[in-house]
């Protein structure tokens, strides 16, 4: 049975993907760090069906953390064969009202976080011959995004980093990909203007937003897949082509 390691797992999209991939038979280790009740909520109603997850805090954005968080899941499983690297803030604002502490809160938490629970992962990995990494960047992160810069430069930093890690660890028979997805109903999208949703909506070619079921099929198919490395993969119902 493999074991998967989720970062930002209480919420939204990783909360999707944590659950529907513990029902799904694998080993789940759910990372959150300041949504505990969440998170514990998580683990409560799946025991209820009959299914086990492990929960673990931690703050991504910070090595000591993720060395813990890795050690964790270690000590629970020996093993992680699947790191989705998810934790991820947004905000809203011109640019030239980023505070530097805005700045460095999103660079650290979006793609420090990566960088840090990638590199702790890899000796496992790299060890067994075999891993599987997916980065969930946003579709920001190859157009941009107005009004939400620091963001986008994070996300197009995780892009550029799956790409490159994707040729070192080829030989190690690791997988690096990039899920980027479209705008997506969940809590963080929640500080967009509904008529801006809406716009959004319309200018997509499918008509719809996206939900965060859509994205969990990505990243199982991205975890089952063995022919698939160094890829940006972007779900957003064709409003980036």
Known sequence: MKTVLITGGSRGIGKCIAEN???????????????????????????????????????????????????????????????????????????????????????????????????????????????CIINISSMWGIVGASCEVAYSVSKAGINGMTKALAKELGLSNIRVNSVAPGVIDTEMNNNIDNAIKEEIKNETPLNKIGKPIDIYRCVKWLIEDEFTTGQVISPNGGYVI
């Not at 947004?90 to 976080?113: G, H, P, R, V, Y």
């Open 21 to 131: 991939l513990a029902r799904d038979g694998y080993n789940v280790v759910l990372n959150y760090n300041k949504s505990e009740k969440q998170a514990r909520q998580i683990q409560k109603d799946l025991k209820e069906q009959g299914i086990k997850i492990e929960i673990c805090k931690a703050d991504v954005s910070k090595r000591e953390d993720v060395k813990k968080l890795v050690k964790f899941t270690l000590n629970k499983f020996k093993n992680i064969d699947v790191l989705v690297n998810n934790a991820g803030i947004a905000k809203l604002q011109m640019f030239n009202d980023i505070t530097d502490e805005d700045w460095n809160e999103i660079i650290a938490t979006n793609l420090n976080s990566a960088f840090y629970c990638t590199q702790e992962t890899l000796p496992n990995m790299i060890h067994n011959k075999n891993g």
